[in-house]
C-alpha cells in the first residue's frame, strides 16, 4: 500500500500569513495514464471534507485561488497565501493513483 | 448544487448488518465513479470501498473485503454498501464521495 506522510501535523499559523502542507509518498504517484492523483482535503471541526485541489494543482470549483497545490512524483506540497479563520481544520493528502486509496495522517491549521 | 446524502446508519451489534445507501442530486451521478469512506470517532480518513461508473469494477480495503459490498443503481441516482458481520472497529461516520462528499452516516457496533 502506498503511504502518505504529512508534515507538520500541527500548524498555527497568524492571519494573514502564508501557510504550506507537505505530503510524501512512499512511491511515485504517476498512473500508467500520465496523470498524477493526488489530491487535497479540508475538514472543518464537525463538518465533512471538501476537496480543494485534485491531480496535484487543480482547484476544485469554488476553491478560492490562495489555494495551490504543487508537485510531481513522491513530494507534494499544499499553500495557502494567506490564511483566513475559515481555514482552520484538518487537511488531509490522498492518492487515487493505486488501490487501496490512502490517505495521510492529517494536518491541524490552527490560528495562532 | 450537486448534493450526496447518506442515510441507513445506526446502532447496530456485533455480527449484525446493516445497509447505507446515497442519493446524488443535481449531477450526472452514472459518469463518475463513487465512493464510500470512514472516519472512525476522532480519528482520520480511511477508505473502504469504490465502484467505477457502471459498476463493471469495484474495490475493498482489506479489513472490510469478505463483509462489506459496494453497488450502484444510476437509474436511481443511488449508491449502497451493505455491510455484514460488523465489527466494534467498523463504528464510523460513513461518507459517500466521488468529488463532492455528503454529510456522512453514523454506524455504531455495539452491544
Known amino acids: 500500500d502506498i503511504v502518505l506522510t504529512q508534515t507538520p501535523l500541527s500548524s498555527p499559523v497568524t492571519l494573514g500569513q502564508p501557510a504550506s502542507i507537505s505530503c510524501t509518498s512512499s512511491q511515485s504517484l504517476v498512473h500508467s495514464d500520465g496523470n498524477t492523483y493526488l489530491s487535497w482535503l479540508h475538514q472543518r471541526p464537525g463538518q465533512p471534507p471538501r476537496l480543494l485541489v485534485y491531480?496535484?494543482?487543480t482547484r476544485f470549483s469554488g476553491v478560492p485561488d490562495r489555494f495551490s497545490g504543487s508537485g510531481a512524483g513522491t513530494f507534494f506540497t499544499l499553500k495557502i497565501s494567506r490564511v483566513e479563520i475559515e481555514d482552520v481544520g484538518i487537511y488531509y493528502c490522498t492518492q487515487t493513483t493505486q488501490f487501496p486509496v490512502t490517505f495521510g495522517q492529517g494536518t491541524r491549521l490552527e490560528i495562532k | 448544487d450537486e448534493q450526496l446524502v447518506e442515510s441507513g446508519g445506526g446502532l447496530v451489534k456485533p455480527g449484525g448488518s446493516v445497509r447505507l445507501s446515497c442519493a446524488g442530486f443535481g449531477f450526472t451521478f452514472s459518469s463518475y465513479s463513487m465512493s464510500w469512506v470512514r472516519q472512525a470517532p476522532g480519528k482520520g480518513l480511511e477508505w473502504v470501498s469504490s465502484i467505477s461508473s457502471a459498476s463493471r469494477y469495484v474495490f475493498y480495503a482489506d479489513s472490510v473485503k469478505g463483509r462489506f459490498t459496494i453497488s450502484r443503481d444510476n437509474a436511481k441516482n443511488s449508491l449502497y454498501l451493505q455491510m455484514h458481520s460488523l465489527r466494534p472497529e467498523d463504528t464510523a461516520v460513513y461518507y459517500c464521495?466521488?468529488?463532492?462528499w455528503g454529510q456522512g452516516t453514523m454506524v455504531t457496533v455495539s452491544s
Open positions: 491531480k496535484v494543482s
Open positions: 464521495t466521488s468529488r463532492i
